[in-house]
């Protein structure tokens, strides 16, 4: 491993600081940041990550990704884990550790519906894994984000909050929103 990647954590540790110091010596910066947005979707956030995901993203041999969806073993543990297991982890530990904050419980329920997929795609080259079973995977779960992200939203807000006894949550988060979002973070 070269020693950016070797010491990935130091620099990812390093940068939050930074960036906690910044926004507050300086506070101008957030607010501009801020600002720099084209409806739900942060510009500047969207570049780091295009840029992020640019290099293991260019190794992948797309024409083999087909390949990846004959295994249906895969593709079938990857919806349980991301659409059923690790929403349901983020919703009870949300109400186990935070009983008495429904906006937080409802933010975090949300978080666990919307998989970090751009981190696969990092992890995934820093380990060197199967860079056309990662690209296949982020695509299919991309795929199932825009489709159902806001369905899913708002069966946990409106639906499943009441039933375990928290205000139900509205849910403002149009398709069109998820899917303009999904489309600048993973599509260009």
């Keep these: 491993m070269n020693i950016l990647d070797r010491y990935l954590t130091v620099w990812i540790l390093f940068a939050m600081l930074a ?58 543990l990857s919806f349980v884990l991301n ?23 409802q933010g975090l329920m949300l978080i666990g519906i919307a998989p970090c997929i751009a981190m696969v795609v990092v992890w995934n080259d820093l380990a060197h894994g199967h860079r056309e079973y990662a690209a296949g995977l982020v695509a299919f779960n991309s795929l199932f984000q825009v489709l159902f992200y806001s369905l899913y939203a708002w069966f946990l807000l409106t639906w499943l909050a009441p039933r375990v006894g928290m205000p139900a949550g509205t849910v403002t988060i149009g398709m069109g929103d998820v899917a303009e979002s999904v489309f600048i973070y993973l599509g260009i």
Excluded: C, H
């Design 83 to 105: 659409w059923i297991v690790g929403p349901s982890v983020m919703t009870i530990l949300a109400l186990l550790m935070l009983p008495n904050n429904p906006e937080y419980i």
């Design 19 to 76: 960036g906690v110091a910044l926004g507050v010596l300086v506070p101008a910066v957030p607010e501009a940041l801020s600002s720099m947005q084209t409806g739900s979707t942060n510009i500047p956030l969207a570049v780091g990550l295009i840029l992020m995901m640019f290099p293991p993203l260019a190794k992948v041999r797309y024409e083999s990704i087909v390949a990846a969806f004959d295994n249906k073993r895969v593709l079938g």
